[in-house]
């Protein structure tokens, strides 16, 4: 509810220029900034003159609305006049007054944060309303009392007659003084933030010329990172086809040797010959892998899906990875698969992910089992494939450098069991290509469980490449601590 401050009839020249004082003074005690004043002043003026001139009378009247949040400086300008032609054309801007009434009303408005009008025959009443600034306190009852009060207490000036006095003219002069030297404050405020725009201009052009320059210069980055890229997985795959030729004969020829076709060896010559073929087969599966991966970052890895059941996969894979259990004191175990749906993707890449998981899980666990599994996702559209160990684990703090090509994490088992990191970064882009992800849930000291989740039905992609090298290959499991990047191999 609005509490009124003051009314001011409109019955002479002077009775619009104490409005405008009266405006000034108002927004003087609510606060408001100098130049705000000078906006409210000169508003109450142009539609007090308005109300005067065209309808010959009316009234001003001021008031506060304090219950609102922000509180609310309320003027009404009312007449009984005629109304206002074409007031949608004066309110939109195209009216054109040779009196140049439109263009007052124009401006106050631009000049208030609220104006409305409603004009009839009967009369017109201009409503306008300007917050009061935030950074001062609410004004209480006793507050608006004390601006009343100000306002009493100046002393009032006398009315004009039919010809305008002395006092009249005087005061008349000494208003127009007083808007002279707020245009000139207004206009000196405007020219100082004519300035400054000026200058925040120059500075924001000279950022965006640094902006841009730093666009190219990471532009010429990029393309020589891509080059890089490209001159790594050329030479990755050269290197590893040229690497695999003497790499054959080495292995060959410690065949010939074991099987003694070139003679008996002593125990010692048949232990070096062991040492000398296991070096060959481990350097042999470190060249696989970095030719697959480069192959993979190059787009040259073909997919070719086929169905088959999860149980058919667990026999080969217990056929394959059982003589590679060589301590008693761990088991393997595969875990039933009944009820498992059969599955439509690349049975090889699929079996290169399984066979990496449980040899890193050998590799690190000294004690307990390792539990090969499957189970079919909520979806019904994707299986999880599950490697468990009881090894040692991977601390939490390590575990956002899993799954990085060369990563590896420090234990006490990796003077005895040697590794490059390759293998767990090539499992997550063989998932990526077979349209799923890999991740791990690890406990230090617990052990850790590897999984590969891919759809039941793989989607051939046409750029296999492209998807490999996405992020997609890797997801944070829900409720779990994901390996994000790195091999602990």
């Known amino acids: 509810m609005a509490t009124q401050i003051l009314r001011i009839r409109l019955e002479t020249e002077e009775d619009v220029v104490a409005a405008r004082r009266r405006a000034r003074g108002i927004a003087a005690g609510f606060g408001f900034s100098p130049l705000d004043q000078t906006r409210i002043a000169s508003a109450v003026s142009e539609i007090a003159r308005n109300a005067f001139e065209y309808a010959n009378a009316g009234e001003v009247i001021f008031a506060i609305d304090a219950h609102a949040k922000p509180q609310v400086f309320l003027i009404d300008v009312r007449d009984r006049g005629p109304g206002i032609r074409d007031l949608e054309s004066v309110l939109d801007g195209t009216y054109r007054s040779p009196t140049g009434m439109g263009r007052g009303i124009a401006g106050s408005r631009r000049l208030m944060d609220r104006c409305t009008i409603e004009s009839s025959e009967a009369g017109t009443t201009v409503s306008m309303a300007r917050v009061l600034p935030t950074e001062r306190d609410e004004i209480a009852p006793v507050g608006i009392d004390a601006i009343v009060n100000a306002l009493m207490q100046e002393p009032a000036r006398p009315r004009a007659a039919a010809a305008p006095s002395d006092a009249a003219m005087r005061d008349s002069l000494d208003e127009m003084q007083e808007q002279n030297r707020e245009l000139l404050s207004t206009l000196n405020e405007l020219r100082d933030r004519q300035d400054e725009l000026t200058r925040l201009t120059q500075e924001l052009e000279a950022t965006n010329r640094g902006v841009v320059a730093l666009y190219a210069e990471l532009d010429e980055r990029a393309d020589e990172l891509r080059r890089a890229d490209t001159l790594k997985t050329r030479f990755l795959s050269n290197m590893s086809h040229e690497l695999r030729t003497p790499l054959s004969s080495i292995r060959a020829l410690t065949n010939l040797l074991l099987n003694r076709l070139d003679g ?79 599955i439509f993707t690349d049975e090889a890449k699929l079996t290169q992910i399984l066979r990496n998981f449980v040899s890193n899980a050998l590799k690190f666990t000294e004690r307990g089992e390792i539990r090969v599994g499957a189970r079919l996702e909520p979806d019904g559209e994707h299986i999880t494939f599950t490697v468990a160990d009881t090894g040692i684990g991977i601390a939490e703090e390590h575990q956002q450098v899993i799954f990085e090509e060369f990563g590896q994490v420090q ?77 602990r191999a």
Do not use: W
């Open 264 to 342: 008996e060896l002593s125990g010692e010559q048949e232990r070096q010959v062991l040492l000398i073929r296991k070096s060959a087969e481990d350097l042999t599966e470190i060249v696989n892998d970095l030719l697959d991966l480069a192959k993979i970052e190059a787009g040259r890895t073909d997919v070719l899906p086929t169905s088959f059941k999860p149980s058919g996969l667990f026999a080969a894979l217990r056929t394959m990875l059982t003589p590679l259990l060589a301590d008693p004191a761990v088991r393997l175990i595969f875990e039933e698969t009944e009820g498992l749906p059969a």
């Open 411 to 487: 234990s006490h088992l990796q003077q005895r069991v040697k590794g490059t990191g390759l293998g767990l970064p090539l499992c997550r882009k063989l998932a990526a290509l077979l349209g799923g992800y890999v991740g791990v849930d690890s406990r230090f000291g617990v052990g850790s469980t590897f999984y590969a989740t891919l759809p039941v039905q793989l989607v051939p992609v046409a750029d296999a490449g492209e998807l490999a090298g996405e992020d997609a290959g890797l997801r944070v499991a829900e409720g779990a601590q994901v390996a994000a990047r790195g091999d």
